[in-house]
């Protein structure tokens, strides 16, 4: 049976909508702030979405099972660009088999052995940007860490394939995707038309990708992180199916790990003694990067749909609502984070951040595949800037957050000034 759904505002769901757009940080904060924990929001795009950041309840909520609740199904938007086979639509078995697959490509050694890799592409950024004038770090982030997943992650060597790949892919990811979710909008008008562009841009793309594959089963496996499942044909993963997941993980991974990134940056300029002590102190440098995931985590929440019904607390959600982890309130919670608005790596200086209250990257079955990946990915490309150029910020206002598609950017994109490398 259930009752009553948790406290929210009595408003409409189209202004709740605007409200969480417009104001992407002070709404969700007042809410909590009026309605307590668990709250209940109702969106255009989620219905009644319940949200937590109580470190008790957290867990339970990433950790609900397939059979209880499905993300595949929030995501399901996303698949006339990820494909239907991808990882990001699936639930229950199927998306475990093919975590599993993805899975290990991602962890430890297999991820560290590409140190020099990452570092080498963030030189060769860094000599590229203007010196003595301001300019946001933000693109400069997204083209770097596009680049690390062509080489890094997909392998691509440099050629007239990776050059075509890169500029559709940048066509594409510049289309923005916000405008997609419009029914209205999905209608093959001609290659003059949004959806026609978009539509061919992306069999282009496809097409790509899988003349990739196919070359690497016929010529050997090649580089980066995914060249042995590549070539591996035991698995039973076609050539389409695996093109899903390397579009999969070059959506998922490539803007969040450049909006970190810059957030990081902007961090570190208002707070020089911590860049100096990032560039010399490998472990703190991890803090450094742990910290900004912490207090500029990207995503305000992550949420599943309820297929059973769920106790939370006090209580009884239906099937139907989303609930969620309200990871931007998790991450202030005053108990575990005592002064939470201040940037202090020193919290997670050798300790484990605790698993219910530092959830940027998720938890449970849904958990970010690519979280020790973008950790290693950031914590070389700081260390590497820190070490080529001295930076210092454009204006003496820190950023504002502003809301991009679903992400929390630093409104103005990190506008700095680069001089020369520090020495020493
Ligand atoms: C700072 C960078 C990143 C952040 C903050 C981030 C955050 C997240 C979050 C919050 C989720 C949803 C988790 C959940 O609902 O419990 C997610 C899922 C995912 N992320 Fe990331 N991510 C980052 C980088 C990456 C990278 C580099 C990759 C891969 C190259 C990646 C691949 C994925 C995939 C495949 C999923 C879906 C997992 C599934 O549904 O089973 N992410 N990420």
Redesign the pocket.
Known sequence: MSGPLPPGPPLPASIQTVLWLARPVGYPTWVARRYGDPHRLCLTFSGDLVLTADPALVPGV?GLRAEVAS?GEANALLAPLLGSRS??MLDGPE?LRL?RLLGPA?RGEAVRQHRAAIADLTRREVARWPRGTPFPLLPRMRALTLEV?LRV?FGLEAGPRLDLLRRLLVELLAMGSSWMVLPGARRDLGAWSPWGRFLRLKARIDALLEEEIAERRRSGPGRGLLAELLVDETHGLGVRDLRDQLL??LV??HE??AT?LAWCFELLLRHPEAAERARVDPPYLEAVVRET?RLRP??RM?SRRLRRPLELGSYHLPPGVSVGAAIYLAHRHPEVYPDPERFRPERFRGTTPEPGAWI????????????A??SFE?AVVVGTVLDSVRLRPASETPEPISLHAVVLVPGHGTRVVADRAPTG
Do not use: N, Y
């Open positions: 990433l993300a990882l990001l998306h975590r991602f997943i992650v999969t993980l998922a991974g969040t790990t970190t995931l990207i995503f992550t940027p990257f998720g938890g449970g079955i849904r958990r970010c595949l690519g979280a990946f973008a950031m």
